[in-house]
């Protein structure tokens, strides 16, 4: 059963950095693309980034420039940097990965507030 666990959310200041990790249980070459997406408070689930099982990126205009998604083979996980945090990014964050079908994590907390 494929399984996504994501860690690094937490408490951060704005403008400080965090860095969460979705690892899965398979090979990520297995899938199409994989992603982050969140979820603020009161509002709907949003595409935040998304790399493509050649590597290719894209991103949401809120985040470009100061997020980046990466990915270790090797490790069979994928990263979101995140820089120049805002509260606006105050969201729960969840990993997603796409092969027949959608994949979900179970999210982890990011809180961005002095």
């Known amino acids: 059963q494929v399984q996504l666990v994501e860690s690094g959310g937490g408490l951060v200041q704005p403008g400080g950095s965090l860095r969460l990790s979705c690892a899965a249980s398979?090979?990520?070459?297995?899938?199409?693309?994989m992603g982050w997406f969140r979820q603020g408070p009161g509002k709907e689930r949003e595409l935040v980034a998304r790399?493509?099982?050649?590597?290719?990126?894209n991103y949401a205009d809120s985040v470009k420039g100061r997020f980046t998604i990466s990915r270790d083979t090797a490790k069979n996980t994928v990263y979101l940097q995140m820089n120049s945090l805002k509260s606006e990014d105050t969201a729960v964050y969840y990993c997603?990965?796409?092969?027949?079908?959608?994949?979900w994590g179970q999210g982890t907390l990011v809180t961005v507030s002095s």
């Open positions: 398979v090979s990520i070459f297995t899938f199409n693309a």
């Open positions: 790399i493509t099982s050649i590597g290719s990126t």
């Open positions: 997603n990965a796409q092969d027949y079908r959608e994949r």
